[in-house]
């Protein structure tokens, strides 16, 4: 079993920045996709970001791209996103996410993941 844990979201206007940690801990190996998704109220969960085993590869939102950056510390067994530009939209329920063992790609489909965390709001406003 991995656990995850989030952090870091809050409230913030828009235009600001924020950064959300993924704390991983368990059986945890370094042979997991990791990936965020968020939730907005009324919506379906969607894909926000993941990232490879080793960092080397990264698959984002078209909504995301060049405003948020995937990160991953597998020393400190730590996944983070950086959100910059935040907009009104992005307001949501931020999940983070390991895949299932031996996943070596940049999965966007929530099935491709086996673990969750509980989940950090972000809210931005005007």
């Known amino acids: 079993q991995v656990q995850l844990a989030e952090s870091g979201g809050g409230s913030v206007q828009a235009g600001a920045s924020l950064r959300l940690s993924c704390a991983a801990s368990?059986?945890?190996?370094?042979?997991?996709?990791m990936g965020w998704f968020r939730q907005a109220p009324g919506k379906e969960r969607e894909f926000v970001a993941a990232i490879n085993w080793f960092g080397g590869s990264t698959n984002y939102a078209d909504s995301v791209k060049g405003r948020f950056t995937i990160s991953r510390d597998n020393a400190k067994k730590t996944l983070y996103l950086h959100m910059n530009s935040l907009k009104l939209e992005d307001s949501a329920v931020y999940y983070c996410a390991a895949s299932f063992y031996g996943n070596y790609g940049t999965p966007s489909k929530a099935d491709d993941y086996a673990y969750w965390g509980q989940g950090t709001q972000v809210t931005v406003s005007s």
């Open positions: 368990g059986r945890t190996s370094n042979s997991y996709a």
